[in-house]
């Protein structure tokens, strides 16, 4: 099952996709974890992306698309995956669209975890203390997150006019939080 996984920063995609990726034995594909290694090892795209990831802008589509049809190249993605970061604009999920038709390989399904914005910023805060990521500084938060309302909130009515979107409450433990999805899956 191909799976796009939606929602705003620190809604818990990176958690629950990773849930999701054990019980349905299928890889996680995230543009940000794919973009950090490339950051930490440097690499030229490493180095292209970094100044916009610090300042929580999108990095460019040019780079994220590559990254994308590379991954979606490899061999491990025969049996479905799970999209966590990835399309982030509507030009992102148009041309998602176009490479899987090419691929005869449409999205099967967009889960939206919704999460309000008052938790949204505590989980943050609570993240930056515990992990130190360099962009979950408040002004960098804040602007992630208007990233999210202006760029990628049209993503989900992207998936919603295809019939593709299920809405999923964020809130609440882990673990009924994936039992959520799975049963929106159906
Ligand atoms: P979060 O969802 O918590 O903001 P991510 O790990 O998904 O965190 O993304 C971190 C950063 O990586 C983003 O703020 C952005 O700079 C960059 N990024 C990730 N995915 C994309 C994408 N699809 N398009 C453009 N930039 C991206």
Do not use: C, W
Not at 30 to 58: F, H
């Amino acid at each position: 099952m191909r799976i796009v996984l939606l929602g705003p920063p620190g809604s818990g995609k990176g958690t629950q996709a990773a849930l999701l990726k054990q019980r349905l034995q299928v890889p996680h594909i995230s543009t940000g974890d794919l973009l950090r290694a490339a950051v930490k090892a440097g690499s030229p795209l490493g180095l292209k992306a970094k100044a916009a990831m610090d300042a929580g802008e999108l990095v460019s589509d040019e780079l994220v698309l590559g990254l994308i049809e590379e991954r979606l190249g490899q061999p491990d993605i025969s049996g479905g995956y799970i999209l966590d970061g990835f399309p982030r604009n509507l030009v992102q999920a148009e041309a998602l669209d176009q490479l899987l038709s090419r691929l005869g390989q449409p999205v099967d399904r967009a889960l939206e975890l919704t999460v309000d914005e008052e938790q949204i910023v505590q989980r943050l805060a609570k993240r930056a203390a515990e992990e130190g990521r360099s962009d979950d500084t408040e002004a960098v938060v804040r602007n992630r997150l208007s990233v999210y309302h202006q760029q990628t909130a049209p993503v989900t009515g992207y998936y919603g006019e295809r019939g593709l979107l299920v809405e999923v409450n964020g809130i609440g433990d882990i673990e009924t939080i994936n039992q959520r999805l799975v049963d929106a899956l159906d």
